[in-house]
């Protein structure tokens, strides 16, 4: 499957997506945090395992390093823009692991309080996502991925795919994690 939103990361500019999809166990859990910047500070061994790093590799990287090009931006300013203001955001993510294999989530991200109630990172748990939800999400990400690549610049691609979700969950009369929950 191959979206092609386009979108290479810089440590992974020269891997090849493969094509095949990992699949993790019902009753495991995918948990990583991070700091404020996004960086990995924690990752655990089922993480780990499906990610296809090593923790000394991947403590300190950015989480975008397993970001897979068809995950639209759209989604991920979505969800920056949720935990940045202190809530919660559930969302499907296709992520790619380090050898170019493609796995998918549903992730629930939340930001980290310290004792003075500001945010200091964020953590995230991911669950294997229901395969019917995630077929009704390929087409979407695939249409936002389009909508993106109609801009050549990434900032305004992204603003309008950002735009087609804000429409779409405007007409639906719910909020994003609602949509995520109606699949």
């Not at 499957?1 to 493969?18: P, R």
């Not at 296809?52 to 390093?65: A, F, K, T, V």
């Not at 920056?80 to 629930?108: C, K, M, P």
């Not at 991925?145 to 639906?172: F, S």
Request: with cysteine; aromatic share 10%.
């Amino acid at each position: 499957m191959a979206i092609a939103c386009g979108v290479y990361l810089m440590k992974q500019d020269n891997l090849s997506l493969t094509g095949v999809e990992r699949h993790f166990d019902e009753h495991e859990i995918i948990v990583s945090k991070t700091d404020l910047k996004g960086r990995i500070t924690y990752a655990n061994d089922t993480f780990l395992r499906v990610a296809g790093y090593r923790e000394r590799d991947i403590l300190g990287q950015p989480h975008s390093i397993i970001r897979h090009p068809d995950m639209p931006r759209s989604v991920f300013a979505l969800l920056w823009q949720t935990i940045e203001a202190g809530r919660e955001i559930f969302a499907y993510v296709i992520n790619r692991s380090a050898n170019g294999d493609h796995y998918w989530v549903l992730a629930n991200v939340t930001p980290s309080f310290g004792p003075d109630g500001k945010i200091i990172g964020y953590h995230s748990n991911r669950r294997v996502p229901r395969r019917d939800a995630v077929e009704k999400v390929i087409p979407l990400y695939k249409a936002l991925c389009e909508e993106e690549a109609k801009e050549a610049n990434r900032k305004e691609g992204m603003a309008r795919g950002i735009k087609m979700v804000t429409d779409l969950l405007n007409d639906a009369g719910m909020d994003y994690d609602q949509f995520v929950f109606s699949l």
